[in-house]
């Protein structure tokens, strides 16, 4: 009796796994168990496993595959995560080289700016308006020293030329007084020649 009542279940099991597979004919055709993604494996075990009562009945066979799938999933998953985080931390440390990078030409270019606005003198960083500033007061003071050296030059040599005139003047001064003098003289000692003859002449007569 018993294994009666086992040979109808089994029969029901099976009529109603036959019934299931030709209304899910198609759709089992494009699931499988050795290709497609875990979603699709699990389908096939589910919509292929056989029915009895509220359970299903899946072949150990097919837990082991599924289970080897599974965990090949799991390590391609893995290995995907390892190679992103090298890949992540290797843009994090290229985007960390390219912001020191940045900062870098950032203060090379202040740097340049700064040079390229502000020029030395004796060692003092300056804008070009105040070096330009300063130039001008130098080069006003110069042609002001310039002009002074031209107008005392100027002024000593006229006190040159006049000096020279006034030294020519007492020397021509200076040789009429000598000619004069000389002059004086020999009339001195002609009348002194004169009045030694006269005497002479005086003694004589005598």
Do not use: P
């Not at 294994?3 to 009529?15: D, E, N, P, T, Y």
């Not at 597979?21 to 075990?45: A, P, R």
């Not at 999933?73 to 020191?100: F, G, H, M, N, P």
Request: one cysteine or more; charged letters at 30%.
């Amino acid at each position: 009796m018993k294994c009666i009542k086992h040979l109808l279940v089994i029969a029901v099991i099976l009529s109603c796994s036959f019934t299931t597979y030709s209304q899910n004919d198609t759709e089992d055709e494009k699931l499988s168990l050795d290709e497609g993604s875990l979603d699709n494996q699990f389908e096939y075990i589910i919509t292929r496993s056989n029915n009895y009562q509220d359970f299903k009945v899946i072949k150990k066979d097919w837990l082991y595959k599924l289970k080897a799938h599974t965990i090949d999933s799991l390590k391609a998953v893995r290995k995907d995560l390892a190679d992103t985080k090298i890949l992540v931390d290797t843009q994090a440390k290229e985007i960390s080289d390219l912001k020191a990078s940045l900062e870098s030409t950032k203060t090379n270019l202040e740097n340049t700016r700064s040079e390229k606005d502000n020029i030395s003198l004796f060692g003092i960083q300056m804008g070009k308006g105040s070096y330009k500033a300063i130039m001008w007061v130098i080069i006003a003071c110069l042609l002001i020293l310039l002009g002074i050296f031209i107008y005392k030059f100027k002024n000593s040599n006229d006190i040159t030329r006049i000096a020279k005139k006034n030294l020519t003047d007492i020397e021509e001064e200076f040789e009429e007084h000598r000619k004069t003098a000389v002059e004086r003289e020999q009339k001195v000692r002609r009348q002194l020649q004169d009045e030694i003859n006269k005497q002479k002449t005086t003694k004589g007569s005598k």
